[in-house]
């Protein structure tokens, strides 16, 4: 198993730009979510998807869209980029962890973005 | 609202000693999970260790365990025996009602290990 796979690790845009950050999972995990950590605020909550077809804003969807075709899948597009938007994305799929029943956020590397 | 705190940007500690990582949460349901992750300067984010809210005892992985006061609402961490490799920014974050999946993080703390 890869794991949860981002790309791309680092993308620098220009202000007004738009583009997909990537998230890719092999375990068949149906919750996946992305976050953004930004300096001194820990990470916040951008969209999750409780599977296949269903996604749901989280604490700070304003720019950002995504979709979930396949229980794989879940990209995230920046619509217009804002260096508001610079930050570290992460990407995340949930398991059930078999000696407690708790279900764990399992990371991708995260992807820089840098808007200028 | 739920909410994580944790108040110490840094901790030192010298190499095999022990360390408390602080962390309060605040929420008025009585079903929640407590989590803490590690986030080496790598930038990956490692889980360690989980404590559900009517777990009767304090949740243990290894050299990590978690101090958990539910009166006090605190969920601390504590590692024994510090190395050099748990030099890292941690996280605690609780799960939000209703919901398994949706972590609250808080601003973290960074860790340094000293020889």
């Known amino acids: 198993n890869a794991g949860v796979t981002q790309t791309p690790k680092f993308q620098v845009l220009k202000t007004g730009q738009s583009m997909t950050l990537q998230c890719a999972q092999d375990m068949n995990h149906e919750y996946m979510s992305w976050y953004r950590q930004d300096p001194g605020m820990g990470l916040r909550l951008i969209h999750y998807s409780v599977g296949a077809g269903i996604t749901d804003q989280g604490e700070v969807p304003n720019g950002y869209n995504v979709s979930r075709s396949t229980t794989e899948d879940f990209p995230l597009r920046l619509l217009s980029a804002a260096p508001s938007q610079t930050s570290v994305y992460f990407c995340a799929s949930s398991y059930t962890r078999q000696d407690s029943g708790a279900n764990v956020l399992t990371f991708g590397a995260g992807s820089r973005l840098t808007v200028l | 609202a739920q909410k994580i705190t944790q108040t110490q940007p840094g901790m030192f500690v010298q190499e095999k000693e022990a360390v408390t990582l602080d962390c309060t949460y605040d929420?008025?349901?009585?079903?929640?999970?407590l989590f803490w992750y590690k986030q080496p300067s790598s930038g990956e984010m490692i889980f360690l260790i989980y404590q559900g809210s009517y777990d009767q005892q304090n949740a243990t992985e290894g050299r990590y365990s978690l101090n958990f006061q539910k009166a006090r609402k605190s969920a601390n961490l504590v590692i024994s025996a510090s190395q050099l490799g748990d030099s890292a920014m941690y996280f605690c974050a609780m799960r939000e009602p209703y919901n398994t999946d949706k972590l609250i993080f808080g601003t973290g703390t960074r860790l340094q290990v000293f020889p």
């Open positions: 929420t008025s349901d009585p079903s929640y999970g």
